[in-house]
């Protein structure tokens, strides 16, 4: 018992029992817990930025051998595409398949439905994507630091100077980490108080049907990439359980990224391919957020019987390919990214968002936890792949975590 209680993990779980409790008897006051949540969320991003380019730029310039940089990236970028394209596919066949928008929602349907008409329906633009999305304009500046600091003669003491940074970094983090139950708190009290366990009955549907596809994605394809390469994806989900705990409750992968990172290295693969794979995939591996957004769109089209050809579908999953990459993994990300790809396809009624706001919250846990989950798989096959990677170190990590948790 006093073990349970000195793990965070156990009070994130607390936050959020006592946060559902508070949403359905004390609805009013619930609702400005919202500040709790969104602070918390505001605080982490502020993280992102600084650990991507410490890491990735750390991660480049410690490898030495920049044709070893380009391999991995190179591998990690087709993986990164082949299995993101294939969870848009398996979320577009899933939906069409239950059919989730096949309910009467019409009466959930408010006035403020049309604020989202207005706000979202500026045609797809590179260039707003770019200025839109800066993780991926830090992953490119630090991709083109860390090629600089390989031919600086100043490399050895540029990167001493970046890895204390990093440490102190991390450090800092770490202890706003301890703010996660509060988090969790203000953000499911908020959503339960704002929309009521009744209100979310009728997408109820929706919820499970994006849970399921998600759950059937890492345990069958997520799963069989890890027995391709002799290793199971049960153990990995046991090891890194705390970090899906963390993410349940803060609806941010991003609130997981140093723990999981510090996790792929004690679990044996080395600590550049780490630096460079996690927060690449952060920004190009979102199999959560792909598998959302292909089946938010044909439950869109389905509410509002929206006849889609093959060609139309095919459309859509290739500007989904264009506008999934370079969401972040925090609260509300793949809303906005559905926002934009609903502008590009012009055709499902932007009205039918207002929908998906109501359960945006719970649908972004799912996206989170299958984000990370996808992420840390990525790592493990990539390393194992290019022979950065010891068995031995993973054997007897993942025997001590077996044993801890007996």
Same mark, same amino acid.
């Given at each position: ?28 006051q ?5 500040? *709790?949540?969104?602070?918390?969320? =505001?605080?982490?991003? /502020? =993280?992102?930025?600084p ?9 480049i310039?410690?490898?030495?051998d920049?044709? !070893?940089?380009? !391999?991995?990236?190179l ?8 299995? #993101?394209t294939?969870?848009? &596919?398996?979320?577009?066949?899933? &939906?069409m ?8 929602? &019409? ?20 260039l ?6 800066l993780? *991926?304009?830090i ?9 600089v ?5 100043? %490399?050895? @003491? ?48 929706l ?5 399921? #596809? ?7 394809v997520?799963?069989l ?8 994806i049960?153990? =990995? ?33 080395? !600590? ?18 792909? *598998? ?5 769109v ?7 019987h929206?006849?889609? $050809? ?12 264009i ?7 925090? #609260?509300?990300?793949g809303?906005?990214?559905?926002? $934009? ?11 039918? /968002?207002?929908? /998906? ?8 846990e799912?996206?989170?936890?299958t ?7 990525? #790592?493990?096959? *990539? ?12 054997? %007897?990590?993942?025997?001590?975590k @077996?044993?801890?948790?007996?």
């Open positions: 018992m006093k073990k349970v209680l000195t793990h965070l993990t156990f009070y994130v779980l607390l936050a959020i029992i006592i946060g559902i409790w508070m949403g359905a008897q004390f609805p009013e619930a609702k400005e817990m919202k500040i *709790i949540g969104e602070t918390f969320i =505001f605080i982490i991003k /502020l =993280f992102v930025v650990i991507i380019f410490l890491t990735v730029t750390l991660g310039s410690s490898m030495g920049l044709k !070893k940089v380009g !391999k991995i990236g591998k990690s970028l087709i993986y990164f595409e082949i299995v #993101t294939l969870a848009l &596919a398996i979320g577009i066949i899933v &939906a398949g239950l059919q989730p928008g096949n309910v009467d929602m &019409a009466e959930l349907i408010g006035k403020d439905a049309t604020k989202f008409t207005t706000r979202v329906d500026e045609p797809f633009s590179w707003n994507f770019l200025k839109t999305n993780t *991926i304009v992953l490119v500046v630090a991709i083109i630091t860390g090629i600091l390989n031919y600086s003669k100043k %490399r050895e @003491k540029a990167v001493h100077g970046l890895e204390k940074t990093s440490k102190f970094v991390f450090l800092l983090l770490k202890y706003v980490m301890y703010l996660a139950p509060l988090g969790a708190f203000g953000g499911i009290a908020f959503a339960v108080g704002e929309y009521g366990l009744k209100t979310l009955v009728p997408l109820g549907k919820v499970g049907s994006v849970y399921l #596809t998600m759950l059937l994605f890492i345990l069958l997520l799963g990439i890890m027995r391709i390469y002799k290793l199971r049960l153990q =990995f989900l046991r090891y890194i359980r705390e970090e899906i705990i963390i993410v349940l409750g803060t609806s941010s992968s991003e609130t997981a990224l140093p723990n999981l990172m510090q996790k792929l290295e004690k679990l044996g693969c080395k !600590k550049s391919v780490v630096n460079l794979v996690v927060p690449t995939g952060y920004s190009f591996n979102l199999d959560g957020t792909s *598998i959302y957004l292909s089946m938010a044909i439950f869109l089209a389905q509410l509002y929206v006849h889609l $050809s093959f060609g139309e579908i095919l459309a859509i999953i290739g500007i989904l390919m506008t999934s990459k370079g969401a972040a993994g925090v #609260t509300g990300s809303f906005v990214v559905l926002a $934009s790809t609903l502008a590009s396809v012009k055709k499902i009624p932007l009205d039918g /968002l207002a929908f /998906l706001l109501a359960v945006d919250k719970f649908l972004s799912a996206r989170a936890i984000n990370i989950i996808g992420n840390g798989v990525a #790592t493990l096959v *990539i390393a194992k792949s290019e022979k950065e990677f010891d068995a031995e170190t993973y054997e %007897r990590e993942i025997s001590r @077996k044993t801890e948790l007996k």
